[in-house]
């Protein structure tokens, strides 16, 4: 897909309303510290880019680390501050650091060169701009060649950010630019219409046409993707061209992925290290909010080691870590670390328990006599408002890895139905334990789902064993009042269960949670119910989740 087919509109915010002024090409010092600022950099396209570069006073060639914003490479932009709730703390951010960006100060002392640009159409950047497309992604391949010619640099290039900035990672590494040496994706979506626009195809109502407009302050024109999300309902050549190549990635790369951001990050890096054909890549997944473990000093660390190793050329031991290391959950920031060979775990068994309705529990064998769960689709009292399932391990457990959800479900008012599902883990006392959630909450689930149940076929081609994915290119038929099959794809999680310890699942037909207005989070707010949803489970209506499970592993892994 080329510019032609893009919807285009004036910008909705200028730089000059949110803190910009026009480029003016100068150098700054600092102790140890040059900052060239506003340098122009053209693309292949003929189109200037600008560009700040903070790099080390001395002869030495540096070793450059892009970040590639959409947020203003002139805005310093303390998450901290921002989002109270991240996990930030202010002492791990020095004055330069831009939103979601490396912190400048940390890095040029220990010989990297940070190149923080405005991408192409926003700011002051020619354009007009477009967001996760083949054409952003060639001028960011662009500048990683420059950045790789440059006087002050070694020619190792890589790239670093949270976000957006991971998500962009991913599309100029299918491009495999002769200069990239090393990638550090950090939490980033590979599948804008799965994983954002169209959770199970429930069209998403909240984050998405936020951050339209969060990336939109521009000078000229930037692609209207309000208008292209209601132009393309269906996943088709245009949603195919926002998502990632990723078996065509073959750089070094250290993936870091969450159980955390469900709905907007968790899934897309997950398959983004699983898919990637890198011969060099590394997983780290934890459980805590996605800001702040990025900026933690022992995660910077961390970051470091891996540049070191393939843009410095020192050996920091990174060949001998662990391709995958994951934190079990146990509580809100408490878990231990296992290691595994690949993602998800090969020694996973995935177990089948089935709903029963009459006593709202799991079990391992289905239910010989049927029964129904009804609940108000609309979550209006009074009477049932979700479906809920129950049940209590007698042995530790570990659930790691992706879960599946098959209902045998009606709706006998409606022509669709919208489901949503979540796991919660509850503790002895019958209390649910949240966990870190959507970067700035507490109280979150193990894991959730989605499903429009008109979307509910698979496609065949990219779904495994473990994890179905929807094709989303047709409506298929829901008979009003006539029982249907679905399976719902559950996120990925890793949450451990000692004895007396349960795992508690709700359906319903809204959202789970549901946090005041003024917080960003994922919602969906225009749904096809109307009525009751009934839930059958037994007899000739196996309704069932298939969970994970590994052995229960009470060592930490380094």
């Not at 081609?461 to 829901?478: G, I, K, N, Q, Y």
């Not at 719902?488 to 949450?495: A, V």
Request: aromatic share 12%.
């Amino acid at each position: 897909m080329t510019g032609s087919g893009y919807l285009f509109r004036g910008p909705r915010s200028t730089p000059e309303s949110r803190a910009g002024r026009p480029p003016e090409p100068r150098t700054e010092t600092r102790p140890g510290m040059l900052i060239d600022r506003d340098v122009a950099v053209v693309s292949g396209s003929g189109a200037t880019m600008w560009v700040d570069v903070y790099r080390p006073a001395g002869g030495d060639a540096a070793a450059p680390i892009v970040a590639w914003s959409p947020y203003g490479k002139h805005n310093p932009a303390p998450i901290g501050k921002i989002y109270p709730n991240s996990g930030v703390r202010p002492e791990w951010n020095s004055p330069l650091t831009t939103f979601e960006a490396p912190d400048p100060e940390y890095w040029v002392p220990h010989g990297y060169a940070i190149v923080i640009a405005d991408i192409p159409g926003t700011w002051y950047s020619e354009g007009p701009a477009t967001y996760l497309s083949p054409e952003e992604a060639r001028a960011y391949a662009d500048l990683i060649e420059w950045a790789g010619t440059q006087p002050w640099s070694n020619g190792r290039v890589g790239l670093s950010g949270v976000s957006y900035l991971t998500q962009t990672q991913w599309r100029v590494a299918e491009l495999n630019p002769p200069h990239l040496a090393a990638i550090n994706p950090w939490e980033g979506w590979t599948d804008t219409y799965r994983e954002v626009v169209r959770h199970g195809g429930i069209p998403e109502t909240c984050f998405w046409p936020y951050i339209w407009d969060r990336w939109g302050a521009s000078t000229g024109r930037i692609e209207d993707l309000e208008a292209e999300t209601a132009q393309h309902p269906w996943f088709d050549e245009f949603w195919a061209s926002k998502a990632a190549r990723l078996e065509e990635i073959l750089v070094p790369a250290f993936v870091v992925a969450s159980w955390s951001d469900q709905g907007l990050h968790s899934r897309g890096t997950l398959e983004g290290f699983r898919r990637i054909s890198s011969e060099h890549k590394w997983l780290d997944i934890h459980g805590r909010k996605k800001w702040g473990y990025y900026y933690d000093p022992e995660n910077v660390e961390r970051q470091r080691a891996f540049f070191d190793q393939f843009l410095r050329g020192a050996d920091r031991g990174v060949l001998d870590w662990p391709k995958v290391r994951m934190e079990v959950r146990e509580r809100y920031y408490q878990g231990t670390r296992r290691v595994a060979e690949d993602w998800p775990p090969k020694d996973s068994e995935y177990l089948t328990f089935y709903l029963d309705a009459a006593h709202g529990a799991m079990l391992p064998a289905s239910p010989v006599a049927g029964a129904v769960a009804e609940y108000d689709s609309l979550g209006s009292a009074p009477g049932p408002v979700d479906a809920r399932f129950t049940m209590t391990f007698d042995e530790p457990t570990e659930i790691i890895g992706h879960s599946r959800l098959v209902l045998h479900v009606e709706a006998p008012e409606a022509d669709d139905l919208d489901l949503f599902a979540a796991l919660f883990k509850t503790v002895r006392d019958g209390e649910v334990a949240g966990f870190p959630h959507y970067a700035q909450f507490e109280d979150g689930p193990v894991a959730l789902g989605w499903l429009r149940a008109s979307h509910r076929e698979p496609d065949l081609e990219l779904s495994t064993d473990f994890l179905t994915v929807l094709a989303h290119r047709r409506a298929l038929p829901v008979p009003r009042g006539q029982v249907i099959e679905v399976e719902m794809e559950i996120l990925p999680s890793g949450t451990r269960f000692d004895a007396g310890e349960g795992l508690l699942l709700i359906v319903q037909g809204t959202d789970i949670k549901r946090y005041p207005k003024s917080l960003l989070y994922a919602r969906h707010e225009n749904t096809v119910n109307a009525g009751p949803h009934r839930i059958h489970t037994g007899g000739d209506h196996p309704s069932r989740i298939v969970l994970p499970i590994l052995p229960a592993n009470d060592q930490a892994a380094r």
